[in-house]
């Protein structure tokens, strides 16, 4: 019960704009440089060069996400392809991941796709792949909508599906004509049990299932989780299933299961870590803190010290 607790009190906390404002002024703090990779484009940089020395590949996410404003919006975009650059400058191994809420999602459809666009254009011409982060279930089907329209145009996109949405194996069978490169999560957000299953046991059923489903019809697959159940899972699927290690990579986020990390790669799979970066770091550290207390614990310690 305490865990539930903490949970709803972290996500909630996670959509304050007056709590997201003071974490902005006071900057990474109580703990948040351990999941967030500094407030610049250089920090981010040296991380992903540290990650690739490694032996691990990287995906840059320049943090943001609910924007208001058309001038928000297009900094945000402005912000990706700065990303982009730096990534084709400093040669390092990583793909950009993004949300389209931070690029004017909830002001039109249009000015989103507008600066999607743009931001793919660039990726293009650099040879770099975008990943379409999942968000709420409020914005679940026109991210759905929107990544078909720019698939049609890019072959360098593609987006998350989460797996304890009672709608997602649905989305697997639209998605299957686009062979999308899909990364594939349980999901963070807090949502209704109208839309989503409640019990993990179900989430954990679900998510086996659609990586099945994914991988055995051929497309690349992103398995991104921490759960070692669901990790030998897909080793087993692979093996049993003469599947190419080129096929997929596992993803986990910067800053968690580290020894797991390196251990994966030293076996030789291929993993991608995910490293967010810049000053709007609130949202995405509250769920971090919400999907794992240990992560709690760690900031209590941190804090206290």
């Given at each position: ?25 006071y ?14 484009t ?10 690739n020395?490694?032996?691990k590949?990287?995906t840059?996410?320049?943090?943001g ?37 931070s ?9 989103c ?16 792949f ?18 078909k ?10 987006i998350?599906i ?8 649905q ?8 062979q ?17 299953f ?8 679900n ?15 992103a398995?991104?989780?921490h ?6 899972y ?63 614990w ?8």
């Open positions: 019960m305490m865990e539930v607790l903490m949970r709803t009190m972290f996500q909630s906390l996670g959509k304050n704009h007056s709590m997201n404002k003071l974490a902005k002024k900057g990474l703090r109580m703990g948040a440089a351990r999941f967030v990779a500094g407030d610049s250089e920090s981010a940089i040296q991380t992903s060069k540290e990650l020395n490694s032996g590949v990287v840059l996410d320049h943090l996400e609910f924007v208001f404003t058309e001038e928000e919006a297009r900094l945000s975009t402005a912000m990706c392809i700065q990303t982009l650059e730096a990534i084709a400058e400093s040669g390092v191994q990583s793909n950009l991941s993004l949300k389209m809420t690029l004017g999602l909830d002001i039109s459809k249009e000015l796709m507008e600066n999607m666009r743009r931001i793919l254009h660039t990726a293009r011409m650099n040879n770099i975008v990943r379409i982060d999942m968000e709420d279930y409020l914005h679940c089907q026109i991210s759905l909508d929107m990544y329209e720019l698939r049609k145009e890019f072959d360098n996109v593609g998350v989460q797996a304890y949405l009672y709608r997602t194996e989305d697997m069978n639209d998605l299957h004509q686009y999308a490169n899909l990364r594939l999560v349980k999901g963070a957000y807090k949502e209704s049990p109208e839309v989503s409640p019990e993990k046991k179900d989430v954990d059923e998510y086996k299932k659609i990586i099945k489903m994914h991988l055995l019809n051929g497309h690349y697959t398995v991104a989780s759960d070692e159940e669901m990790i030998q897909t080793k087993r699927l692979v093996r049993e299933n003469g599947i190419s290690n080129d096929q997929f990579e596992f993803q986990m986020l910067y800053g968690i299961c580290v020894e797991l990390q390196d251990r994966l790669v030293k076996e030789g799979y291929k993993v991608r870590v995910y490293v967010p970066y810049g000053i709007d770091w609130f949202g995405y550290f509250m769920r971090r803190l919400a999907e794992r207390p240990a992560n709690v760690f900031v209590l310690k941190n804090f206290a010290k």
